[in-house]
């Protein structure tokens, strides 16, 4: 089973937008609204969007591309298109900061998010996504090997399917250079991220102890998300095929 094939898209990037205050409601409402269809027509997947728990002023979201080169053509159609610039001094006055962008493929085969996700809801949704999404980064001192998937493997993947979470995703840095240098990066840097789902929101209470994850730097980011109206991924979303059929759970 190639990556192509058990996933939806073998490049992620991991978006993390500050915005000013009172302003993420508007941006998810242009967002949801004017674009996701008109990037995907471009040639990239919107696979979610979030409301961050912790942080009302963070919006989240995530972007899938085939490859590198179809990134840097599908980025280029979009942000040189006539949609983004009608609306980008809408969406650009609601953030502070805009970099904090992570570009990922998945760990290993069939570890991206699951190619049936599902339809995406249509535009009049209003609600929140089902369930809640976390997304973990571990910034480490050097790429992903093989102590950290042990690891993951060994001890975080049998206490999040034991507390109910289906494993959503399993990623490291994509080491290729930025094709579309107009949107910064976060370069030079070693991170293994792992994305999970609960069926219930309020399992945002959920905690994890990891502190003895070998080879970070520093102490986990933990994003605990709700999925907006329109993210195609949510806490009920189906497993990645690299988890047993045994330790993956679907709502």
């Known amino acids: ?10 490049i992620v990037e991991l978006r993390q937008y500050t915005l000013h205050p009172g302003r993420r409601d508007a941006l998810i409402e242009l967002f949801d609204h004017a674009l996701i ?3 995907e027509s471009v040639g990239m997947q919107v696979i979610g969007q979030f409301r961050d728990v912790d942080d009302a002023h963070r919006f989240v979201w995530l972007r899938g591309f085939a490859d590198m080169t179809t990134r840097a053509d599908a980025l280029q159609a979009f942000y040189g298109g006539p949609v983004w610039k009608a609306n980008r001094e809408a969406a650009n006055a609601t ?7 992570l570009l990922l493929r998945p760990q290993r085969p069939g570890s991206g998010f699951s190619a049936d996700l599902g339809p995406r809801p249509r535009r009049d949704a209003t609600a929140s996504g089902p369930g809640l999404v976390t997304a973990t980064i571990y910034s480490l001192d050097a790429p992903a090997g093989g102590a950290m998937v042990a690891y993951f493997d060994r001890t975080l993947v049998p206490a999040l399917t034991g507390s109910g979470a289906t494993i959503l995703g399993i990623f490291v840095t994509e080491p290729s250079p930025n094709t579309f240098p107009a949107l910064p990066i976060r370069q030079n840097e070693s991170v293994f991220v792992w994305i999970a789902g609960f069926a219930d929101a309020t399992a945002a209470g959920f905690e994890l102890r990891d502190g003895d994850a070998p080879g970070v730097n520093s102490s986990p980011q933990r994003l605990r998300l709700i999925p907006t ?5 949510t ?5 990645c095929p690299a988890i047993p059929a045994s330790q993956r759970r679907h709502a």
């Open 1 to 10: 089973m190639s990556i192509t094939e058990a996933t939806l898209s073998p």
């Open 37 to 39: 269809e008109t990037q």
């Open 95 to 101: 953030m502070i900061d805009s970099d904090n962008v």
């Open 229 to 233: 109206a329109r993210s195609r991924l």
């Open 235 to 239: 806490g009920r979303s189906r497993g």
